[in-house]
C-alpha cells in the first residue's frame, strides 16, 4: 500500500501565483454572474439597474473604511504613502470630489435621488452583511492577506470597459457624461491592482501564506458575487408571458 503524497509546500514562482489568481478570477469573478451578464447584453429594466447602483453604492462606501484599515496596519510609510491614495481617490480631498461623489452622479443618471441612496435607508440587508463582512476580512486578517483580498481589482478594467460599451449601447437613456465612475476606475484600478500584486507577491513569501492569500482573493470574489444574489432574487428578471 503506497501513502499519499505530501501536499506541496514550496513556494510559488511568482508567474505560476498569477497563474493561479487568473484562474481563479477567471472562475469566480462577478463578471461571470446571471444578473451582471444580462447587465450587459442590456437585458436589465430600469428597476434592476436602479438597484444596482443603489446597493453597490453601500459596497462603494465600504471601500475607503477597508482602505483605511490597511492604511493602519502598514509599517513602511513609502506604502502608507501609497496606500492613502485609495481613500482619496474615493472619499475626495473636498467636498464634491471622488469616487463616492461620482457615484451620485451616476445615481442621478439612472433616475434616483442621491439624497436618499446616500441614506443608506434601503440597502438589502444581504448586501450589508456581504459588505460588512469584506471589512470584517480585512480587519482580522494579517496585512497580506487583507491586500490580497483587493487583487479582484486586478480584473477590474476589463469589466469596467466593458460595462461602458453596454451601457453607451443598450441603455441610451442614462447620460455618459454621469457615468464618469467607470470611466475614472480604469487607469486606477489597473494602477491599484499592481501596487496590490506587488506587495503580495513580496510578502507572501510561504507557500502557506500564498495559499492564505489566494483563499482570501476567493473570499472576495464570493462577497461580491454575494452581492449581486441579494439583488438579483430581490429584483428577479420578468417572466415571460403565459
Known amino acids: 500500500m503506497t501513502s499519499p503524497e505530501a501536499p506541496e509546500t514550496s513556494p510559488l514562482e511568482e508567474d505560476a501565483f498569477v497563474a493561479r489568481l487568473r484562474a481563479l478570477g477567471s472562475q469566480r469573478y462577478h463578471d461571470k454572474h446571471p444578473f451582471h451578464v444580462r447587465m450587459h447584453k442590456g437585458e ?34 513609502a506604502w502608507r504613502r501609497r496606500w492613502i491614495r485609495r481613500i482619496h481617490d474615493h472619499d475626495g480631498q473636498a467636498e464634491g470630489e471622488g469616487g463616492l461623489f461620482l457615484w451620485q452622479k451616476l445615481a442621478t443618471g ?88 506587488s506587495f503580495v507577491l513580496t510578502h507572501a513569501r510561504t507557500r502557506d501564506e500564498q495559499e492564505r492569500c489566494l483563499a482570501a482573493f476567493t473570499t472576495k470574489c464570493d462577497i461580491l458575487w454575494s452581492l449581486l444574489d441579494a439583488v438579483d432574487r430581490a429584483f428577479p428578471p420578468a417572466q415571460p408571458s403565459p
Not at 453597490?56 to 509599517?75: C, G, M
Not at 434601503?122 to 482580522?140: I, K, M, N, Q, S
Not at 497580506?144 to 477590474?156: K, N, Q
Request: contains cysteine; negative net charge; aromatic residues 10%.
Open 44 to 77: 436589465l429594466s430600469r428597476e434592476q439597474l436602479q438597484a444596482w447602483v443603489l446597493n453597490r453604492y453601500y459596497y462603494q462606501t465600504r471601500v475607503p473604511i477597508k482602505d483605511a484599515i490597511i492604511l493602519s496596519k502598514l509599517e513602511d510609510p
Open 110 to 197: 439612472v433616475g434616483l435621488d442621491p439624497q436618499e441612496m446616500t441614506s443608506l435607508a434601503h440597502v438589502l440587508p444581504a448586501v450589508r452583511f456581504a459588505c460588512d463582512a469584506y471589512v470584517t476580512l480585512v480587519r482580522e486578517r494579517p496585512i497580506v492577506e487583507a491586500i490580497a483580498s483587493s487583487l479582484t481589482e486586478f480584473f477590474s478594467p476589463d469589466i469596467m470597459t466593458t460595462r461602458i460599451a453596454a451601457w453607451q449601447t443598450h441603455y441610451p437613456w442614462i447620460d455618459p457624461d454621469l457615468q464618469g465612475y467607470f470611466r475614472r476606475r480604469v487607469p486606477q484600478a489597473r494602477r491599484d491592482s499592481e501596487e496590490a500584486l
